[in-house]
C-alpha cells in the first residue's frame, strides 16, 4: 500500500474542485438529455424509424471525434492572458446550450425525413460548440494538479458532481409523457431542451472563472495558431498524435473506455424499454415513475457510495487493480439483470444497481486520472509543450467513435429484434431478446476491458520516477 503523501502545494482548493465539478455536470447532462431525446423520443414522440434515430445518434459523433483532436491542438498551444484553455470553456458553453436549444425545436407533424436532417445538421453544429468547450475542460482537469493521488481525489470529486445529470436525466421518460404538464411528448421535448440549454450556460462557465490550469506563460516549443501557420499546425497535430498513439499505456486506457462505455452506451435505453413493455405490458401509466428510480438509484449509489470506494482502492491498491475489482464486480451486476425485472416484486430492479454502478463509477473516475499520469510520460518522452489538450481529444474521440458505432448498433439491435416504439405492445420473443442483448452486451465488453487493462505499466512509483525527473529537468524546487 501506498505511503506517499500528497503535498500542499499539490492540493486542488476546493473552489476549483466544485467548479471543475460543475463543467462535468454539464459534460454529462448534454449527452444524457441527447441520448434520452435520441434513442426514446424521437421513437415514441416523433415516431421516427429505430435505425434512422440510431444514425442520428451516431453519425454525426463520427464528424464530432474528428474535430476534438483539432481543438486539443489549439487548446495547447494557445498564448492569452486568460490561459490556454478558459476562453474556449467560455465561449463554448454559451454557443452550445443556445445550439442544443435550437436542435430540438422540430415539429412531430413534418416529415420523417425533414426532422431527420433537421436534426443531423443541427447536431453536428451543436457538437463543434460542444468540442469547444469539452476538450479544453477535459485539459485543464489533467494540469490542475500533478500529484498522482490528487488527481484521483479530483476526478472522483468531478465524476460525483457529473453524476447529479444523471440522477436529473432519468426523469425525463417520466416528465415528458406527463399529459398534466404537456399535451404531447414533442411538446415536452421542446420545453425540456430549453430547459436543459440554458442549465448548461450557466454551469458551464463557472470552469471558466474559477479554475486555474499550469502555469504556460514560459512553457517552450507552442506553435502560433493563425491562418499562415495552418499547413504548419496540422503537420505538426499528426506528429503530436502519432506520438500520441505510440503511447503504450494510453492506448491501453482507450481501448479499455471504448469497450466498457460503450458496451454499456449501446444498450442504455433498453432497461426502460423492458421496464415498461415487459413488466408492465407497454404501460407508461402502470410504469410510472420506475424506469426513472431505476437510473436514479444508480447515479445516486455511483456518486455517494460507489465512487468513494473506487477512489479508496486506487490510493490503497493502485489505479490498475482499483479498475480490475470495479470492473469485475460491474459483470455480476449485469448477470443479476435478469433476475432483477420482476413484476410481482418491482423493488427487485434496485438488486443489481450498486453492482453495476462499478463499471462507469470506476471508469470515468480512474482513467481520467491515469491520463493525466500518462501525460507526465508523454513530457518526459518528446518535451515541451505538454499535450493535455490533445491527449484529452484523442481519449474522447476514441469514447465518440466508440458511441457512434454504439448508438447506430443499439439502434439496429433494436430493429433486429422486431422491437417498434410506436406499438403499444411487444412480442414475447422480442422481449426475451431484448433482455438477453441488456445483459450479455455490456458483460462481454467490460470483460475484454479487464484483459485490456491486464498488464497495465504505469504504477504509482513509476508515476512518481517520472515527476522526480520531471521536476529536475525543468529546474523547479
Not at 486568460?82 to 412531430?108: H, K
Not at 445483459?439 to 479487464?450: G, H, R
Amino acid at each position: 500500500m501506498s505511503k506517499i503523501i500528497t503535498a500542499r502545494k499539490d492540493k486542488v482548493p476546493f473552489v476549483q474542485k466544485i467548479s471543475f465539478g460543475s463543467g462535468h455536470f454539464v459534460l454529462n447532462i448534454l449527452p444524457g438529455t441527447l441520448g434520452v431525446f435520441i434513442q426514446y423520443f424521437l421513437l415514441t414522440a416523433f415516431g421516427m424509424d429505430p435505425f434512422l434515430a440510431g444514425l442520428l445518434g451516431g453519425l454525426p459523433r463520427i464528424f464530432d471525434a474528428l474535430t476534438d483532436p483539432i481543438m486539443g491542438f489549439i487548446s495547447d498551444n494557445t498564448k492569452s492572458k486568460w490561459g490556454r484553455r478558459r476562453p474556449y470553456i467560455f465561449f463554448g458553453a454559451i454557443f452550445s446550450g443556445l445550439m442544443f436549444i435550437l436542435m430540438w425545436q422540430i415539429d412531430e407533424n413534418d416529415t420523417e425525413m425533414y426532422n431527420f436532417w433537421y436534426i443531423m445538421i443541427l447536431q453536428i453544429i451543436f457538437l463543434i460548440g460542444n468540442t469547444i468547450f469539452a476538450t479544453p475542460l477535459i485539459g485543464l482537469g489533467y494540469e490542475m494538479t500533478s500529484d498522482y493521488k490528487e488527481r484521483t481525489r479530483l476526478m472522483a470529486f468531478s465524476n460525483t458532481m457529473g453524476q447529479f445529470a444523471w440522477m436529473i436525466v432519468p426523469w425525463l421518460y417520466f416528465i415528458i409523457p406527463d399529459e398534466t404538464l404537456f399535451t404531447t411528448q414533442a411538446e415536452g421535448v421542446r420545453f425540456m431542451a430549453i430547459v436543459v440549454g440554458l442549465i448548461c450556460i450557466v454551469f458551464g462557465i463557472i470552469p471558466a472563472i474559477f479554475c486555474r490550469g499550469i502555469d504556460a506563460e514560459n512553457m517552450e516549443n507552442r506553435k502560433e495558431i493563425n491562418m499562415k501557420t495552418l499547413s504548419s499546425n496540422l503537420k505538426d497535430l499528426f506528429i503530436g498524435i502519432k506520438q500520441i498513439t505510440r503511447n503504450k499505456p494510453f492506448m491501453k486506457l482507450c481501448g479499455a473506455t471504448f469497450l466498457v462505455f460503450n458496451g454499456f452506451q449501446m444498450v442504455a435505453a433498453f432497461s426502460v424499454y423492458i421496464i415498461v413493455f415487459y413488466m408492465y405490458g407497454g404501460s407508461y401509466e402502470a410504469a410510472g415513475t420506475w424506469p426513472a428510480w431505476f437510473n436514479t438509484v444508480n447515479a445516486i449509489a455511483t456518486a455517494f457510495l460507489i465512487i468513494p470506494i473506487i477512489s479508496w482502492m486506487a490510493n490503497k491498491l493502485g489505479k490498475r487493480k482499483a479498475f480490475l475489482i470495479s470492473t469485475f464486480i460491474s459483470i455480476i451486476g449485469y448477470i443479476l439483470k435478469w433476475w432483477a425485472f420482476d413484476i410481482d416484486n418491482p423493488y427487485l430492479v434496485f438488486m443489481p444497481i450498486p453492482l453495476m454502478a462499478f463499471g462507469l463509477g470506476g471508469l470515468f473516475t480512474l482513467m481520467m486520472s491515469m491520463t493525466a499520469d500518462v501525460c507526465d510520460l508523454d513530457e518526459l518522452e518528446n518535451g515541451m509543450p505538454r499535450k493535455e489538450g490533445t491527449f484529452g481529444a484523442i481519449y474522447w474521440w476514441m469514447v465518440k467513435l466508440g458511441q457512434a458505432i454504439a448508438l447506430i448498433l443499439g439502434g439496429l439491435v433494436l430493429k433486429l429484434i422486431g422491437f417498434d416504439g410506436e406499438l403499444p405492445t411487444q412480442t414475447a420473443e422480442t422481449l426475451h431478446q431484448l433482455r438477453i442483448a441488456d445483459i450479455t452486451i455490456p458483460a462481454v465488453t467490460a470483460a475484454l476491458a479487464m484483459i485490456v487493462m491486464w498488464k497495465y505499466s504505469l504504477t504509482e512509483s513509476r508515476a512518481m520516477e517520472i515527476k522526480e525527473e520531471l521536476v529536475e529537468r525543468r529546474g523547479e524546487l
